[in-house]
């Protein structure tokens, strides 16, 4: 996860440099472009990542409480 924000980071300060810049107005446009699409995807993943951490918790939770009840019922 730190990975992903420092690279969120890292494309935030591109993209003020890319707006900032006094180059062509064509390459500039498109340098904010590509920065902007880049960000939407890293925004995307880390949505994902965050979405998916509850996900696993409970499949462990699921698996401990499968195991349990396994030995319960082998026990019983």
Known sequence: ??????????L??????ARRSD??????LQAINDIDYKLYI????IHHYKMMRPLKYMLYGF?????LLIIYSILA
């Open 63 to 67: 698996i401990i409480t499968s195991i």
């Open 42 to 45: 890293l925004e995307k993943d």
């Open 12 to 17: 935030l300060i591109l993209l003020d440099e």
């Open 23 to 28: 180059s062509d107005y064509d390459y500039k």
């Open 1 to 10: 996860m730190k990975k992903l924000l420092n690279r969120r980071k890292e």
